[in-house]
């Protein structure tokens, strides 16, 4: 490609290109310096964590490309030097396998370089195709993790309004040194410590459902079913379906296990639950829930200790999901694995 005037350097080939004029065609070295052409001169110019960029969108946090990149562990970062429209600028026969490149673009790239000069590219809508190396740079790992925010815990802190109003008062009434520790006491072996689940021996157990599970989630209810206990000789006069402790259906215990359950704020997050009904009561809502939701956790909810002594203690907690497992730890060592429906423990 002959130009007259100063302009961006032609892209490589793809592999699929059967112009015999672009074997003749000179790139400069990948990686290079290159001056943009008059049609590419850019408008605004401003810097950020990424560096000097030419587009007057808002790039992405580093943030946000840290966690692009743990989801897709084998891609690297690369950002658009210059603009780059395949319709125009490509010299193959199928344009349309290539990605339209703004300068500033964030590009994800995925594999090595081909033969001809081009990655296998993502925008981060999603869009996939390939990249001319020699209009893209890599944005360092490093550059990355320097402009990161401080590590923060994956899910919301919430405090119950009762405990917000205590006042606190962190203030030292002395300048007295304070030990280095955080705990005075020696590391403890816990590889010995066994982990039982708390039952009520004053009233009968109440069997609980099982296996529930949402079926279909729209933008204001949910279709959910479960399974009845395993205990069959107790019968089930019939399950309570509730949002946040709340009845909002209620099934026969003689009908399919299966309701509709309407008008929930699935914009933020709910507990939703079952219960099974006895002439002796119901079963606990932790043993059969689920949280669901827009902004609905994994990690179990409400953790609480207590009648902690120098030897034993008890931790209850309410599942996000009554259906999987739960993993107890002291000191970061795992000292017992509670099967679905458990969700107190003595240690």
Known sequence: MQGSGPGPPPPPSSSNSNNSNHQNQQHPPYGSQMVPGPSQTPSTSFTNHLGPTTSTTVPPSSDTLLLQLRSRPNSRVFRALFQYLPLRDSPNDNPQLELSLQ??????????????????????????????????ERVPDSVLLANARAPSPSFPLRIPPHYSQIQHDFSSPDHSTLPDTVCPYPPTDVTKVTVQEIKNSETPRIPCPRELIVEKKLSRSALVSWSPPEESFVAVSQYHVCVDGAVRAIVPGSYKCRALVEDIPLETSVNLSVRAVTEHGHS??????????????????????????????CVRWYPSNSNAEHVVSLNAVKVGVCPPTVFQVSL
Do not use: H
């Open 103 to 136: 300068p500033g673009d964030v590009v994800l790239v995925k594999g090595e370089m081909d033969s001809d000069g081009f990655y296998c590219g993502e925008m981060l809508d999603g869009r996939q195709g390939l990249v001319p190396s020699n209009y893209v």
């Open 284 to 313: 606990p809502d932790a043993c059969c829930t689920i949280a669901i939701g827009n902004e609905a956790q994994v990690a179990p909810q409400q953790v609480r200790v207590w009648n902690v002594t120098p030897v034993s203690g």
